[in-house]
């Protein structure tokens, strides 16, 4: 799957955009410097997701490219180093 298919990165990239119009109107409201900072938090998170999964995506798509499709038992092993990356 290209990035470009990839439903789960538009989404998460779809929230931050959301997050973050939500902040400029908060800023134009002259709302409280706390509750923006819970938005910028959040924009923050929403993008970290974003790269994560973008950054995996890619992994996986050009691993695949290099070595062929990969076994089931081996995709299985790959899913413990998925889960591992997230901590990165």
Known sequence: MSHANNPDLK??????EGHLATITRMIEEGRDGIDIAQQLQAVIKALEKAKSVLILDHIDHHLEEIVGPIPREDRDRLAKLRELAKYL
């Open 11 to 16: 989404n998460r990239l779809r929230r931050a």
